[in-house]
């Protein structure tokens, strides 16, 4: 099993109303590590802006797929129509209305020097490893308290 972190930029996509529907994300576009995200692979959802950080958590639940995305009326960015690469995911905990504030995760030794936090406009998804992973674990639990 693998950790990911999948990002949504609030100024292409309506990510906190998205979140606020059970069930409204089903699938993700991914640019890279196709070969690598699979099926029960676990992810934190990160929104980017302003007030960035992670706002949910989840689990890939098909894998990598070259295709037309699923209208979505969130989606507020250019839509050509053209195949993307597609993962399936489940939201399964949203962490609305708090989350884990982006000053939160760079103070954090374990997480300061992970790919979302150095190369934020590297594309989806961003690898963590098991210390990173397991460092965003306890933030969330202090989050969902």
């Known amino acids: 099993m693998e950790y990911w972190v999948l990002q ?3 100024k ?8 606020a529907n059970p069930g409204a994300i089903r699938e993700w576009i991914v640019a890279r590590y196709f070969n ?28 990598t797929e ?3 995305a699923e209208p979505d009326p969130y989606w507020m960015g250019p839509d050509d129509g053209s195949p993307e690469h597609l993962i399936g ?3 399964t905990d ?4 708090h989350y884990i504030p982006r000053s939160k995760i760079k103070a954090d030794p374990a997480l ?3 790919l979302i ?4 406009g590297g594309g989806n998804p961003f690898p963590l490893n098991d210390v990173q992973w397991q460092a965003i674990q306890s933030h969330r639990t202090r989050v969902m308290g």
Do not use: C, H
């Not at 936090?117 to 934020?120: A, F, K, L, S, V």
């Open 66 to 68: 070259l295709k037309v």
């Open 117 to 120: 936090i150095r190369m934020p």
């Open 12 to 19: 292409l996509y309506r990510v906190i109303d998205a979140l």
């Open 89 to 91: 995911i489940e939201i």
């Open 94 to 97: 949203r962490l609305l209305p």
């Open 36 to 63: 690598r995200i699979a099926v029960g692979d676990e992810f934190a959802f990160w929104v980017s802006g302003s007030q960035s950080g992670v706002y949910a958590f989840g689990v890939v639940t098909e894998p």
């Open 112 to 114: 300061a020097n992970s």
């Open 8 to 10: 949504a930029s609030p």
